[in-house]
């Protein structure tokens, strides 16, 4: 585009030289270039709008898989809690020195749970950014916590 300016430019002055014919054409030259000047700043102004748009939709569409993640997240983390809850009432049906024993097993788990808890939260509202390390460490969470509760349950068995 730079060089369609540049271009009308020498045109403008060789043909400056040329007398009366030569106004004509330096006129012509210069309606042209500022022809061009205008459609570079249509385009750029299409082009910047275009831009906003995608990245409007990019930022729609990733807090969409946020708030899907967010969703399941909470559903394992429900289910994990429902898991716990039966456990302990199991643990508490269980006679001595077996109930002192895997009580120590429900408190872990609670505490694991309480960490998983934590994390949802931040991954709730994080930064678009942040989110995905945050899942993922969830993710890490809810599979250790899972796994300790069935090493639990195992025990009661």
């Given at each position: 585009?730079?060089?369609?300016?540049?271009s009308?430019?020498?045109?403008m002055v060789a043909v400056a030289?040329?007398g009366?014919?030569g106004d004509?054409?330096?006129?012509?030259?210069?309606?042209?270039a500022?022809?061009a000047?205008?459609a570079a700043q249509s385009a750029?102004?299409?082009?910047?709008?275009?831009?906003s748009?995608?990245?409007?939709s990019?930022?729609?569409a990733?807090?969409e898989l946020q708030?899907?993640?967010?969703?399941?997240a909470t559903?394992?983390?429900?289910?994990a809690?429902?898991?716990?809850d039966?456990l302990?009432k199991?643990?508490d049906?269980?006679s001595?020195?077996?109930?002192?024993s895997?009580?120590?097993g429900?408190?872990?788990?609670?505490t694991q749970?309480?960490?998983?808890e934590?994390?949802?939260g931040e991954f709730?509202?994080a930064a678009a950014?942040?989110?995905?390390?945050l899942k993922?460490?969830?993710?890490d969470?809810i599979?250790?916590?899972?796994s300790a509760?069935?090493?639990?349950?195992?025990?009661?068995?």
């Amino acid at each position: 585009m730079n060089k369609l300016v540049v271009s009308c430019m020498c045109i403008m002055v060789a043909v400056a030289s040329c007398g009366e014919q030569g106004d004509k054409a330096a006129a012509k030259a210069k309606e042209m270039a500022n022809s061009a000047a205008g459609a570079a700043q249509s385009a750029a102004g299409t082009v910047k709008e275009k831009a906003s748009e995608v990245a409007a939709s990019a930022k729609d569409a990733a807090g969409e898989l946020q708030a899907t993640a967010v969703t399941q997240a909470t559903e394992m983390l429900n289910a994990a809690k429902v898991k716990i809850d039966e456990l302990s009432k199991k643990v508490d049906s269980q006679s001595e020195p077996m109930k002192t024993s895997l009580k120590s097993g429900i408190e872990s788990v609670k505490t694991q749970l309480a960490g998983a808890e934590k994390t949802l939260g931040e991954f709730k509202t994080a930064a678009a950014d942040k989110w995905q390390s945050l899942k993922s460490q969830f993710t890490d969470q809810i599979g250790k916590l899972n796994s300790a509760i069935s090493e639990l349950a195992a025990k009661l068995k």
